[in-house]
């Protein structure tokens, strides 16, 4: 019986540290530095006024790496550096809100997904939207990462 319980124990080790997830795509970035962010956005406000509809993103500036992008998608919350992650610090590399997409002003500009994160047009890209964590509470998101 011993004997099972010590395979069953190696076995399960196994599959709990190989289940693992890796997020160094985000924490690797040689163009995204690692800034502190922590600020509210309080729904209320004539600013974030349109985070109360499905669909629509808010810019906030002077945050983040270039910037905050807070979306709502219908389901929840979701806040990404406005950086452009796959070219390094430039004016043009603040990423815009177009829709559901944010996109880089660059001549080549790349595309975004705000609701995963991903590239939508541009092949190639190796890095994703650094995202940042928001929780809601009393018509307040909090975004901290």
């Known amino acids: 019986m011993q004997k099972y319980t010590y395979y069953l124990l190696i076995i399960s080790s196994l599959l709990m ?3 693992c997830s890796d997020d160094d795509n985000n924490f690797n970035n040689p ?3 690692n800034v502190s962010v922590n600020f509210t956005a309080d729904l209320g406000l004539p600013q974030y006024n349109p985070l109360n509809f499905a669909g629509n993103a808010v810019y906030q500036p002077n945050v983040g790496n270039a ?3 807070i979306v709502n ?3 929840q919350f979701l806040a990404w550096d406005a950086a452009d992650p796959n070219l390094p610090p430039e004016p043009c590399t603040t990423l815009q809100v177009d829709g559901l997409e944010a996109v880089s002003t660059c001549d080549e500009p790349n595309r975004y997904s705000l609701v995963t994160g991903q590239p939508t047009e541009t092949e190639g890209l190796e890095y994703t ?3 940042y964590r928001v929780t809601e509470g009393n018509g307040v998101l909090q975004v901290t990462n």
């Open 17 to 19: 540290f190989s289940s």
């Open 67 to 69: 910037g905050v992008i």
């Open 129 to 131: 939207l650094l995202n």
């Open 73 to 75: 998608t219908g389901s």
């Open 31 to 33: 163009f995204l530095a």
